[in-house]
């Protein structure tokens, strides 16, 4: 069974959402404060965090601090401002994702199922970009055999670039590819999960060789050693 | 050009110029009145000298005259001699010249007593003086060059007076006065009205200039500082030096400025206040309408299962919490552009793609009414997708709302420095003079028309801030029922301003509808 850890502090929002994800075929914890996050994290491990950003105690985008520090369950923010401001602090927090309110039940089950979904393998050995090698059977990279450690959604993010090398990605392609958007157009989301994985993988993140922006269009794959910028 | 420029902005030059050019009237007219009367004063001084001096000199001469004249005419000879060699002597000193002509007779004369002193030319005494002499048989005076025979000249006054010799008859005598010391003083007089002249307009010049400027200072510094009132720097004040006019001026200024400062402040909270009620408004509401949403959708999901009247209210309930969403979520724009809050994420964007993707995004029927006309070749702005993209939304919506059935036309065309994208429609349209209400929030056309669709009423007004945000333009276009003309134009490369429209928001074939005026009357 699947456990969700629902963070917010409104009470009656939390039981509701409660009554959906359990619909869906989910278990859920939920949680109204944002300093007894912790406790229960380490308690019971969820295999999903919907978080808040309003929170007494500890605001959402601490919390999501606090949680990436051990570990990289997928963490969609709830958030009631569609702020660029505030939508960037919780994805630079580690956030993969966020849903603004009032959102539709039926797309927050579709976005969780999205973060919680496995990548099947087809290839399952040989995927490299540049000097980095994709183990997708043990969702891992390493570099020279060192393992890297990335959220499942960077990881997603990574495979779907490297799995193309010559292809161009455009941003709302990334979005439907990895965060299973329709018709979405904030491309804040992409820009800050490229620029977190390139702080993980580039060998200099200000000159970046694996993942290259392609100007007016998006992202894709590069080959180190080219300067393609 | 820089002078008349300094002539016409600077009040200091203006006055100091301003009295430099009457005291220069001014002195000329005192300084010519005096000299005139100076020099006339001079000149009669030594006209009245002279004269006086001619007379003695020529009684002196006939008493001598007069003692010889018993004698012999060796004696008269001599006299005669004696006296010119006496005004010789004396000429230099003096300044005089003496001339003893002939009176010009038919008679035969025994001894031509003619003289004239020093190397005077006879040719001194001018002809006309002459004639009146023996006219008259009295003194007469003429001003008259006085010509030597080395070739020099001088101003003088010529005196003549008959005179009797004895044994020879009768002689013209003339006394000449060189007037070179009078011409001397004159020049010297001339020279130091000249000198005190000038010194004087200067001097007026100098001091109007420190005066006015004593004055102007403060009223520019007043002039300055209300400029950047006016430019919003509300702290400024004028500095207050004693207890003069312009100290007053400046204390009411500052008094001014404060009170301004204070209403302004007022306003400024009182519509952040507003503004935070609106934002705060919207936040909070957000977190019950989504339960609520989330409920309803519950309810909505399983309206299969109720009666008739209970599912059609479980979708009647949806929709408008949709509505309801929507609306919400315009607020929150809308507060979020009156707090000037509204941050830019600017980045390349492919306008083309962005359109279509949008058109099929509002427009996913197989009937496709909407035409896009656009390069195949992307065309890249630096914007804001999110914006660009709500913009074309809202025109989209817009003229789908409108368009009564018939097509919609969209059409992107680039120049060198700007985007334009069209939405036209043919559908209801709307009046001439509501072209600019339009993007007024909540305005209708007409108020009693049943709406269409699910507009919020602030889609065009959002649509014009996000276009104005990107200091681009939204220009609207529409006559009744002959549809209407939306024009968004971006500049291509962000913050810099555009110089060209590459589309006119007037349709092309409705240019030639166009009248003038004065023949529309007659329609």
Redesign the interface.
């Known amino acids: 069974m699947t456990l969700i850890m629902v963070v917010d502090d409104?009470q009656?929002?939390a039981e509701?959402?409660g009554?959906?994800l359990t619909?869906a075929g989910f278990e859920v914890d939920l949680v109204n404060r944002g300093d007894e996050v912790m406790d229960l994290f380490h308690a019971q491990p969820p295999d999903l965090v919907l978080l808040d950003v309003m929170l007494p105690g500890l605001t959402g985008i601490e919390v999501c601090r606090e949680i990436r520090v051990e570990s990289m369950v997928p963490i969609v923010m709830l958030t009631?401002?569609?702020?660029?401001?505030d939508v960037v602090l919780g994805l630079e927090a580690g956030a993969d994702d966020y849903m603004v309110?009032?959102?539709?039940?039926?797309e927050l089950v579709a976005r969780i199922k999205t973060r919680l979904r496995r990548i099947t393998a087809q290839n399952a050995s040989g995927l490299k970009i540049g000097d980095i090698a994709i183990d997708q059977l043990a969702h891992s990279i390493n570099r020279d055999g060192k393992v890297i450690p990335l959220t499942r959604l960077e990881f997603d993010l990574l495979v779907a670039l490297a799995k193309e090398p010559g292809r161009v990605f455009?941003r709302?392609a990334l979005l439907s590819e990895v965060w299973g958007y329709r018709?979405a157009?904030?491309?804040?989301l992409v820009?800050v999960h490229v620029q977190r994985l390139r702080s993980k993988v580039e060998q200099d993140p200000e000159n970046p060789e694996l993942i290259v922006t392609v100007?007016?269009?998006g992202y894709k794959a590069g080959v180190p050693g080219t300067s393609e910028q | 050009m820089g002078a008349v420029q300094r002539w016409r902005s600077s009040l200091v030059w203006r006055v100091t110029g301003n009295s430099v050019l009457l005291s220069l009237g001014i002195i000329w007219l005192v300084g010519s009145a005096l000299f005139s009367q100076i020099s006339s004063g001079i000149f009669n001084e030594k006209l009245t000298n002279s004269l006086s001096d001619s007379q003695s000199s020529l009684r002196s001469i006939e008493v001598q005259l007069d003692i010889t004249q018993f004698q012999n005419d060796a004696a008269v000879k001599k006299s005669v001699d004696q006296i010119m060699t006496v005004a010789s002597i004396s000429s230099n000193t003096a300044g005089r010249e003496i001339a003893l002509l002939h009176f010009p007779t038919k008679l035969p004369i025994a001894t031509n007593y003619q003289r004239t002193s020093n190397l005077l030319s006879p040719n001194s005494v001018p002809n006309s003086l002459r004639q009146l002499v023996r006219k008259k048989g009295e003194q007469q005076w003429q001003r008259s060059d006085i010509h030597y025979l080395g070739g020099k000249v001088e101003q003088g006054i010529v005196v003549g007076s008959l005179l009797k010799i004895p044994r020879s008859g009768t002689y013209e005598v003339y006394f000449l006065y060189s007037l070179t010391s009078v011409d001397k003083t004159l020049t010297l007089i001339r020279n130091s009205l000249w000198f005190t002249g000038f010194a004087l307009i200067f001097l007026i010049g100098l001091i109007t200039w420190l005066v006015i400027r004593q004055v102007v200072i403060p009223v520019r510094e007043a002039a300055d500082i209300a400029e950047k009132l006016s430019a919003g720097d509300l702290g400024r004040r004028m500095e207050v030096h004693g207890e003069n006019e312009i100290a007053r001026l400046a204390i009411s200024f500052n008094e001014m400025a404060v009170s301004m400062q204070q209403q302004i402040s007022r306003l400024e909270n009182l519509s952040r206040l507003q503004q935070r009620f609106v934002s705060d408004v919207s936040h909070e509401l957000r977190t019950p309408l989504t339960t609520i949403r989330m409920a309803s959708e519950v309810i909505y999901s399983s309206r299969k299962t109720f009666s008739g009247n209970i599912s059609r209210s479980a979708e009647l309930l949806l929709a408008q919490i949709d509505r309801f969403d929507s609306l919400l979520a315009d607020l929150l724009e809308v507060s979020r552009f009156d707090a000037e809050a509204a941050v830019m994420v600017v980045e390349p964007v492919d306008v083309v793609t962005l359109l279509r993707r949008t058109v099929d995004y509002l427009h996913p029927s197989k009937e496709r009414i909407i035409k896009v006309i656009a390069p195949k070749e992307p065309v890249i702005v630096e914007a804001d997708s999110r914006r660009v993209e709500r913009i074309f939304r809202n025109l989209i919506t817009n003229a789908l709302d409108h368009c009564e059935g018939k097509p919609i036309e969209i059409t992107v065309v680039e120049s060198e420095d700007a985007v334009a994208v069209g939405v036209r429609d043919y559908g209801v349209g709307f009046q001439e003079r509501d072209s600019v209400r339009l993007f007024d929030r909540f305005w209708r056309a007409d108020p009693s028309r049943a709406r269409i669709r699910g507009g919020t009423g602030l889609g065009l007004s959002i649509a014009l801030e996000d276009a104005k945000l990107h200091q681009g333009t939204l220009e609207a276009w529409g006559r009744l029922r002959r549809g209407a003309n939306f024009v968004l134009t971006l500049p291509k490369v962000s913050g810099i301003e555009f110089s060209t429209h590459p589309i006119s928001v007037i349709p092309e074939a409705e240019l030639s509808t166009i009248v003038a005026p004065e023949d529309r009357e007659e329609i």
């Open positions: 409104d009656d929002l509701m959402l009554i959906v619909g009631a401002k569609g702020d660029t401001h309110k009032p959102f539709i039940p039926s455009t709302e018709h157009t904030d491309t804040r820009n100007r007016g269009v």
